[in-house]
């Protein structure tokens, strides 16, 4: 949550205020919510006692197994590695290790920046070229167990060709380029930030690499022979599209740490105005709540919420949120909540609202959305029919409705099927499925398994149509069936392109939501379908997935996989009863 509006060019920073308690900002402060920092200074909050770091730890991510997978790979290379992980060790633990030379350092501590106001420290530092008074300089790396590179698209703003180097010989001088790979600066902006933050730590302790600023991430990328690599950012390259009051297009390009210093500084500035909060001249806080997808997990969030009203357009709009800046604005405007946003005269409020807001490609479209969720929330409703008279559902004497379920790391576990044979009024759910880990050829073998059951099931049936939510079912068919070249996958394939409907382009067509067109959306609030489960979702049936693979106790194994068999069934029924409810419109 935040309503951060700091001048959008970088001021050269202020002389060091050494605080008592001092600020000291980790890596997460400078990419996350503004608001978190003033909480966490703030005395009225926090009486009593020192503020803490909003962030938390720098080393938080949702794959520990893939972060071990790689620090192992690692600490097993051929150069001098120091594995600083476990106990409490000394905070200059990790700056000894650099001193000294080593090639790789894992969870190496250094001392606090008072001056800059910064601490943490990052998954990884590697060894590159030595500093500029000869010694040994280091760069900052970080680990997420998700991909950081992406294929070139044509006309693709803001991605470079990305120079990348194997965890057996790490540093960036080893680096290759990633053939037409790139980083997409816009989508790993957060973790970049992230990196610059600890880069401004390294050449506050004179450690920082010379030449190239580079900064590294490391995800699930391979190279063609299986290798896990370092993608390597240049932090000073200009990549970062943000909003610039004194041009005319309304924003510029600025390098990742320019994008870091500008966004750390104003933390610095949010919480020392913060830190006042308790004085009886107290300046006003520099920023106020505003809803964004931190707040879904945010420990600040029973302090922010009571500041919220209940109709605030942050917090009731879920659907193409206005991010902070749009929200911002409007404020200032004086539209604050749903019902004045729905009372707005766009024609007016447009001239006024778009040049503060030109960082953001199609503002106008943006608030013409927000303001019909506005219209439609303050009349009571959730959901608009856009067209009228009947809705032509392709139907067959055999129905099937068909949804997989995919785990973390992207296999396809669970191929779920609905059988309703119309003629004899009969229904069923039938699975394949594989609760194990799978590699890539488990991942095909099951596939083949599903598609032989389909097509041996269909083999000898006139009129049977399958039905699915989107295009993801028949491009994972696609994919597998082209990366495997597997016969029965290509002949599931030709099969699937006579005989699949899609029921997302025909809702698409026809329907308004306040809250999106997702399955679970439509088929709620059209057809009026509940799932069994208090908390369904793509996201939480991997971790559901996770549990029934590798839960220590064999009776938590087996209810997570019952949640999971019970979540696609219902995905599957959804499906079927949402085509129903769109065959009697009319």
Known sequence: MSTPDPPDVPDPPDPPILLDPPILLDSYAARSCAVKTHNSYDPRVHPGRPPVDPAGTDTFDEGPRHRDLVLAELLAGPGR?????????????????????????????????PAGHRRGRPDVWIRGADTPDGRPGYHPVLIRARPMLELRRSGRQHTFDTPVSTLSAPSPGTAVHADSRVVRWAGRE????QVAHWWRMLEGLGLAAGGTRWGGLIGTDRLPDGQLVIAWADLDRPAVRTYSRHLPAGWTVRSVLERYDHEHSFRVAVARTALRQAEPDAPDPLVRPIVTRECARCEWWEVCRPQLDDRDLSLRIDKAPLDVREIAVLRRLGVSTIDELARADLAELLPRYLPQVRHRPGADRRLELAAHRSRLLAAGRTLER???????IPRAALEIDFDLETSRDDRVYLWGFLLQDRAHGTSRYHHVSSFTDLDADAEAALAVRAMTWLLRLTAERDSVLVYHYSAFELQRLSRLAGRTGSPILGQA????????VDLFPLVRANFFSVHGLGLKVIAHDGAGFSWRDDDPGGLNSQRWFDDAVHADDPIDREAARTRVLQYNEDDVRATAALRDWLDRLG
């Open 190 to 193: 957060a973790e970049l930030i």
């Open 493 to 500: 394939l030709r099969w699937a392109r006579r005989h699949f």
């Open 81 to 113: 590695t120091v594995d600083l992980r476990g106990g409490n060790p000394d905070p200059a633990a990790g700056a000894e290790a650099m001193a000294e030379g080593a090639d790789v350092i894992v969870a190496g501590s250094v001392p606090a920046d």
């Open 386 to 392: 856009a067209t009228e008279g009947p809705i032509d």
